[in-house]
């Protein structure tokens, strides 16, 4: 088929291949300059400056490693990986779980479904600095949630963790999984309705109690939809950086700095690009190694259709 | 070289006055509160009566993020017209890489020299030979803002050292009042840090720690005290200081929540706009310190080159009326500064203002702030060490101090 | 028959115990209090007065709800000195995102069909570098970025945010139209290819019409992602372009004494609003869009 379809053109219209071939070349000329110029050379540019002393404007002052020296020495971006670590592994952790217990239990023949579907999904239509500033104003010390449960005679009760910097990562968290746990529920209950029902009966037949049969039969079956679920999760935790800006501006203290944060502040108000550069090629390289192996298995390597 | 430049000059001064277009300048400053907008809103007003051109407002809330704008849109090719910075280093690279409009011409007519006092206010505007920005005001940092009715209802006396809050604060908080009234921003923290600093120790010092970066000072008894009485203070806050602004600090002084406040003088225009009488409502304690010293630092205007000649014709108008007396008057009254000339009639300076005043015909008992002679790169260090410090009340002094030698050890 | 047997629920039977039942229910009502309670309060919040809040009643319903934390949020509302309220983030928000959305989805359609159809020496590596994008951070290209739109001109401008916003959304949006082609048959195109279409007809004669219901997919994922934006708004979009969400969160952090949360929660709703109107009236098509771009087809 193919054979004749490119011996025919070739014979009756040597012309118009050549034109289709160059048209197409064309259309993909936006995509071939966005993907080199904006993810090699960009990228590759931001690399470079990490390694001059650049500061509000970019220069090729040499200084090797020690822009690099200097950002592992520094208390605030080790704290701000040390947050995104504590963050992001419990960011992952606790959408993964809910989104699969909610997923779960709407898959139980529930009435309401689309409803509480519904309701379990608005807040990821909601931006990230929305969700910052509703989660700041509800754990306002003096008239959010926490003096609300103390009127309600639980006097010792306390919820404000965003002015002690023990906890506010916490009350970022709290924000963060709020806003994307539904996502989760989403993706799950679609890979929920995506296995066999036969599984059902084969485990009935065998007496397995349901809850074996989810966590030992349909939990290993959904693993493309926990690696999906844990890439787009894992995407928004290294970018994490509007949610921050609204709800803590990184307080108190340095509490809630995250890498992102560190490096836009570098490269603008403290007017040090090569360090703000060094901490943006330390965000990559986990990036890199990751995701860069899975992408060249997936899409580079296969070249049949 | 200088012949091009004066023919440039001669050249774009004839093409002005043949054919003088409006231009829009646009400012970006980070005046936002209500008594800063007011005196804002008379630089604004008075530039658009001197003709066509036009104020173009461009107000961010906290001084940082404005700066950063300023920053990213000159980086970006899309500078302003006009940016507000401090009177420091701020802006150093900015005048090093070409950026800004020379004044000179201005200043030179104007005789800027001879006028703006004191001369030091001056300093960071002057970089080989130009003058590239023009200081406003002048601002100290080193205030005590108290609410009068408050310390007469606990009984106590307001206190004019760091060791006498330390004594009276307890018995205010126990009487059911907030102590120090605070907002929980990076640069409120440091803030406060700075002026425990000098209002625990002297200018030599200062000067060794700042100036001179001796890192032994840096790590001397006299810093260990400092960040002890820093750390003292933090129980004299309230839980929800975290990410509050200065004027809602201040807001919680004028209506008797919290006793006192640390802020610079530009307080004062707060407690105006809410109707309060210097001295009887509300009290102002310079230091507090044995002996107050204030830094001379103050709010300054930079104008970014532009090809622009009618901009450019535009900016220089701008700074030129700046400094006029009766812009310095008006400007400095609303806002509650000192005008940087002193030929300027001060009819309306209330019982702190003439304190403020009285301390700066000292020579003894002004000092240069620590922005002056640390690059923003190493102030940010230090605003994070202090801001880290303060909200951490596991971090001990001896780590701290540590971290603030090597900090300053390595500054330029 | 089949049909339906695929979209409702999959699981086991339930049993008859009441007990388990109670449970599930007892589980999801308790899940849905938390996801609302936050709407609801920022409404609540938003229609009351400051005295009211005051009172420190976060869950009260308002005595006397009033719109006027509305009125003042829309039009009145300071973000530093000028007062004319969020109304211009919203539009600014509109004149940022129809242009964004349409030239994205154009050129990631062009994109995901010639990378299925077409395929080109490299193109497979080309593929792949643009991935890459979707993962990396904005940090680490956000500089360069701004010298390049420096150099032509384009800092600071609305075309300038509309060209950064179709940067970043290419990776997604030729991911998106590149899966749904190559589940096209193969059949379609190469009968064209015999009957001497070309490459553009083929696009805009056969694959578009085809591409209507995934392209209302990349809708509503590229409406709520550049809508929901802040950081490059910040930013790249300059004075007079700054998007709804840049103005919202310098309104909440211009105070004179105290914070008027009402006008703050209201605000926030109103910026909220459209991608909400969005989801609730898409429904499944809003979670195919946020599966799309990540599940590999």
């Not at chain 1, 390694?51 to 701000?80: A, H, M």
């Not at chain 1, 485990?203 to 074996?212: E, H, L, M, Q, S």
């Not at chain 2, 919680?252 to 105006?272: H, L, N, P, S």
Request: glycine share 8%; net charge neutral; proline share 5%.
């Amino acid at each position: 088929m193919e054979e004749t379809m490119v011996t025919s053109a070739k014979v009756s219209k040597p012309r118009r291949t050549k034109r289709v071939q160059i048209s197409s070349l064309l259309a993909s000329a936006p995509m071939a300059i966005v993907a080199i110029g904006v993810f090699v050379v960009c990228v590759g540019y931001s690399v470079v400056l990490s390694f001059t002393k650049s500061r509000l404007f970019p220069n090729f002052n040499w200084v090797g490693l020690d822009q690099y020296e200097r950002l592992w020495g520094t208390s605030r971006w080790i704290v701000s990986v040390e947050n995104l670590f504590l963050y992001g592994v419990l960011f992952i952790a606790l959408c993964l779980v809910s989104g699969f217990f909610m997923a779960v239990f709407l898959d139980q023949k529930v009435r309401f479904e689309s409803g509480f579907r519904t309701l379990f999904l608005y807040p990821y239509a909601m931006s990230l600095v929305v969700t910052g500033l509703v989660w700041q104003w509800m754990m306002e010390p003096s008239l959010g949630l926490q003096n609300v449960v103390q009127r309600m005679g639980w006097e010792s009760f306390e919820f404000a963790p965003l002015v002690d910097p023990q906890y506010a990562i916490y009350g970022v968290l709290i924000a963060a999984v709020w806003q994307s746990s539904g996502l989760v529920m989403a993706l799950m209950l679609a890979g929920l309705r995506g296995i066999d029902g036969e599984i059902w009966k084969a485990a009935r037949v065998d007496g397995i109690p349901t809850w074996k049969t989810y966590f030992f039969i349909v939990l290993p079956m959904m693993r493309p939809v926990m690696i999906t679920s844990v890439v787009l999760l894992a995407v928004g935790v290294v970018r994490v950086y509007d949610l921050i800006v609204a709800q803590t501006g990184g307080g108190p203290g340095m509490s809630t700095e995250m890498p992102a944060k560190f490096v836009i502040d570098h490269i603008t108000a403290r007017g040090n690009v090569g360090l703000g550069m060094a901490a943006a090629t330390m965000m990559l390289l986990p990036v890199l190694l990751v995701i860069g192996p899975w992408i060249y298995r997936e899409y580079v390597r296969p070249t049949k259709h | 070289m200088m012949g091009k430049k004066l023919f440039a000059a001669t050249i774009g001064a004839g093409f002005m006055s043949a054919s003088v277009q409006a231009a829009d300048v646009e400012v970006i400053h980070w005046w936002t509160s209500g008594g800063e907008q007011k005196a804002v809103t008379v630089l604004a007003e008075e530039y658009n009566k001197l003709g066509n051109d036009k104020w173009v407002d461009t107000a961010v809330a906290l001084g940082e993020n404005a700066r950063s704008l300023t920053m990213q849109r000159i980086l970006g090719g899309d500078a302003p017209g006009a940016a507000q910075f401090n009177t420091s280093r701020q802006f150093e690279e900015l005048i090093e890489e070409g950026l800004l409009l020379d004044l000179t011409p201005v200043a030179e007519k104007e005789g800027w020299k001879n006028f703006i006092r004191p001369s030091s206010i001056l300093n960071p505007c002057m970089k080989d030979g130009g003058i590239y920005c023009v200081p406003v005001n002048i601002h100290s940092n080193q205030w005590l803002w108290t609410n009068k009715k408050v310390f007469a209802d606990v009984g106590v006396k307001e206190p004019h050292t760091w060791e006498e809050f330390l004594t009276v604060a307890p018995k205010i908080q126990a009487a059911g009042y907030i102590p120090l009234a605070f907002g929980g921003q990076g640069w409120q923290e440091r803030h406060v840090f700075d002026v425990v600093m000098i209002g625990m120790t002297d200018e030599k010092f200062w000067n060794s720690v700042w100036k001179d970066k001796d890192p032994k000072a840096a790590s001397s008894d006299k810093m260990r005290k400092v960040f002890e009485t820093f750390g003292a203070l933090r129980q004299f806050t309230d839980a929800g200081a975290p990410g509050r602004n200065w004027n809602d600090a201040t807001n919680m002084v004028i209506t008797g929540k919290a006793a006192a406040q640390v802020m610079g003088d530009w307080a004062r225009g707060e407690f105006a706009a809410a109707g309060k009488v210097a001295e009887v409502d509300y009290g102002c304690i310079p230091g507090p310190a044995k002996r107050p010293s204030l830094t001379l630092g103050g709010d300054a205007f930079i104008f970014p080159k532009s090809s622009d000649k009618n901009l450019e014709a535009a900016q220089m108008k701008l700074a030129s009326m700046m400094l006029s007396p009766t812009i310095q008057a008006k400007f400095n009254n609303t806002k509650g500064s000192l005008p940087v000339r002193a030929d300027v009639d001060l009819d309306v300076a209330d019982a702190c203002m003439k304190k403020g005043l009285a301390l700066l015909d000292d020579p003894k008992a002004t000092i240069t702030p620590a922005n002056n002679y640390i690059t923003e790169d190493t102030n940010g260090q230090v605003q994070d060490l202090v801001s880290t410090f303060w909200n951490e009340p596991s971090m001990s002094v001896d780590t701290a101090l540590s971290i603030f030698k090597g900090i300053i050890e390595d500054a330029e | 028959m089949e049909q339906i047997q695929l979209t409702g629920p999959h699981g086991p039977k339930p049993k008859k115990t009441t007990v388990s039942r109670l449970g599930v229910y007892a589980f999801l009502f308790s899940a849905a209090v938390f996801f609302c309670i936050p709407l609801y309060v920022m409404l609540i919040t938003s229609l009351k007065g400051m005295p009211e809040i005051r009172l420190g009643e976060l869950f009260s319903l308002p005595g006397d709800p009033s719109f006027a934390a509305w009125v003042k949020a829309w039009g009145e509302a300071c973000s530093g000195v000028e007062c004319n309220g969020i109304q211009t983030g919203f539009w600014n928000s509109v004149k940022i995102t129809i242009p964004s959305v349409a030239i994205s989805i154009i050129l990631g359609s062009i994109n995901g069909y010639a990378l299925s159809f077409w395929r080109f020496k490299g193109s497979n590596l080309l593929f792949g570098l643009l991935l890459f994008g979707a993962f990396v951070p904005f940090q680490v290209v956000i500089f360069p970025l701004i010298i390049f739109l420096r150099e032509v001109g384009l800092y600071g401008s609305l075309t300038g945010i509309i060209l950064i916003h179709t940067i970043f959304g290419m990776p997604i949006m030729t991911l998106l139209f590149r899966n749904y082609f190559s589940s096209l048959p193969d059949e379609l195109f190469k009968a064209a290819r015999v009957d001497g279409a070309n490459f553009w007809q083929i696009f805009f004669q056969i694959m578009m019409p085809l591409s209507i219901p995934v392209t209302v997919v990349a809708v509503i994922l590229q409406t709520t992602g550049i809508w929901n934006d802040y950081l490059l708004g910040l930013i790249f979009a300059g004075r007079e372009n700054l998007p709804m969400t840049v103005q919202l969160n310098n309104i909440v952090a211009t105070t004179f004494g105290v914070r008027e949360y009402n006008v703050n929660m209201a605000a926030t709703i109103l910026t909220a609003l459209v991608p909400l109107a969005i989801y609730l009236l898409s429904g499944k098509y809003f979670v195919r869009g946020i599966a799309a771009g990540a599940v590999k087809g």
